[in-house]
C-alpha cells in the first residue's frame, strides 16, 4: 500500500489552536498550483524500486490548511495530473478535508464527479460556545446543516472531526455532541483532544489574555465517554483518535500508523519511503525556491535501527491491531527484541498492555494515556 498527501496551505481564517503551515490569503493560490504540478512530476519516481514495477497508490489525501476552498476546476487538474505521473489502484481512496462553510450540494456533487469517494468534515463541535473558544467561523447550526448536505450526497464516506476537552463543555453536551454523530450515517468518527501548541495563538490568549486553559481531568472524562458512546453504537475504536464502522477505516491514516511509504506534496508536507523521512520547507515561497531545481532540495533523515524500532512502538500501539510478533521480528534486531519483551511484561502485569495471541497492544480504555507506556518500551542509544 501507498498514499499521496498534497497539502493546501490556504484558509480564510487561522484557528487560534491550529499549529499547522497555512496562510489566510488567496492571492498566492495560483502561484501554488503551477508548483504542486512541477512537484508531482519532479517526484513521479518516488514509489519506483529498482527493477520492480512501482505498487499502485492505495489512497490520496487532500489535507490542509482547507482543501474546500479549492476550485472544482483546480481540483480536477491536480487529479489529472496526479494520475498522469502515478499509477493509482482500481479502489483508490480519495479523501477531501471540508470545512463547514464550504459545503454545498452543487460542491459535494462536484466533489463526487471527480472520482473524491471520502469526505473529512472539519465540524469541531456543535455547541456554539465551543466554536466561539476555539475561533471556528461556522456556527453549530451550519455544522448540522453541513452534515447533513454530505450525508444526502454521492459520496457514501463520511467522516466527522470533533474536539473535546474544550473549557466550559460539559460532559452531558460533550455527550450530545457525539451522539448526533452515531444516531446519523457517518461512519467514521475522528475525535482530538485540544492542545496548547506553544506559539499559536491560544497560546498566547491563555497565558496573555487570561482565557481558561483546556483541563486534563475534563478531557480524560471526554474521553471516556467518546470510547463508551462510540463503541455502544458499533463504532470500531481502531486508534487512539478514531473510531470506524466496520469496514471504514482511513486507509489513508492506517498506512501512515502501519509504517507503509507516503509521498507528501506541497509545502510543509513529509514524506516516507521505508529508511528515510523527507519533509519540505513550510514556508511558501521557499517551497516555491526548492520546486524550482531538479532533484527538489529537501530535508532528509535517513533512519538508524534503533528509530525505526521507537517509531514503530509510537505508530503500531496507537492502533488496536498493536505490534505482532511477526512485525517485531521484522523490525527490531535482536537487542531490541529482547529489550522490548524485558520492558513489556511489566505493562502486562499491571494490565496495560495486553497479549492477544502473538500480537501485543494496548487495551482501549488505556489509549488516552498511551504515551507513558510507550515510552517506557522505547529504547535509547
Not at 30 to 45: F, Y
Request: hydrophobic residues 35%; proline residues 4%.
Amino acid at each position: 500500500m501507498s498514499g499521496i498527501y498534497i497539502h493546501v496551505p490556504f484558509c480564510r481564517e487561522k484557528c487560534t489552536y491550529c499549529n499547522f503551515f497555512s496562510v489566510t490569503t488567496l492571492s498566492r493560490k495560483a502561484l501554488w498550483l503551477e508548483t504542486l504540478l512541477k512537484e508531482i512530476e519532479l517526484r513521479r519516481q518516488f514509489f519506483e524500486v529498482e527493477n520492480t514495477v512501482p505498487h499502485p497508490i492505495d489512497t490520496l489525501y487532500f489535507g490542509g490548511g482547507t482543501p474546500s476552498l479549492l476550485l472544482t476546476g483546480e481540483l480536477e487538474t491536480i487529479l489529472r495530473t496526479i494520475k498522469t505521473h502515478f499509477n493509482l489502484s482500481k479502489n483508490v481512496e480519495i479523501t477531501l478535508e471540508a470545512n463547514p462553510d464550504d459545503v454545498t450540494a452543487e460542491k459535494t456533487d462536484q466533489w463526487s464527479e471527480l472520482g473524491i469517494n471520502r469526505l473529512s468534515l472539519g465540524l469541531q463541535s456543535f455547541d456554539d460556545e465551543a466554536l466561539t473558544y476555539l475561533s471556528r467561523r461556522h456556527s453549530a447550526a451550519r455544522a448540522l446543516e453541513a452534515l447533513e448536505t454530505a450525508l444526502t450526497s454521492g459520496i457514501n464516506n463520511i467522516t466527522a472531526d470533533l474536539i473535546y476537552g474544550v473549557p466550559g463543555l460539559s460532559a452531558d453536551q460533550w455527550r450530545s455532541n457525539i451522539r448526533i454523530l452515531t444516531r446519523s450515517k457517518v461512519n467514521h468518527i475522528s475525535a482530538y483532544s485540544l492542545t496548547v501548541e506553544q506559539k499559536t495563538t491560544l497560546d498566547f490568549q491563555i497565558r496573555k489574555r487570561g482565557i481558561p486553559a483546556p483541563d486534563d481531568e475534563q478531557a480524560a472524562l471526554h474521553y471516556q465517554i467518546l470510547t463508551e458512546e462510540a463503541t455502544a453504537s458499533g463504532f470500531e475504536h481502531y486508534e487512539i483518535s478514531n473510531f470506524a464502522r466496520p469496514g471504514y477505516r482511513s486507509q489513508h491514516n492506517s498506512a501512515y500508523w502501519s509504517g507503509k511509504p507516503y509521498l507528501g506534496l506541497g509545502p510543509s508536507a513529509h514524506s516516507y519511503n521505508g529508511t528515510q523521512r523527507l519533509w519540505n520547507p513550510s514556508g511558501l515561497q521557499k517551497w516555491i525556491e526548492a520546486m524550482n531545481i531538479d532533484p527538489p532540495q529537501l530535508e532528509a533523515e535517513t533512519l538508524t535501527p534503533v528509530q525505526r524500532y521507537n517509531e514503530m512502538l509510537i505508530t503500531q500501539l496507537r492502533t488496536s491491531d498493536g505490534i505482532s510478533e511477526k512485525m517485531l521480528a521484522q523490525t527490531a534486531s535482536p537487542k531490541l527484541i529482547e529489550h522490548f519483551k524485558t520492558e513489556v511484561q511489566q505493562h502486562i502485569n499491571q494490565g496495560d498492555i495486553e497479549l492477544v495471541g502473538s500480537c501485543y497492544r494496548i487495551p482501549s480504555h488505556k489509549l488516552f494515556t498511551s504515551d507513558a507506556i510507550v515510552i517506557n518500551l522505547m529504547y535509547a542509544d
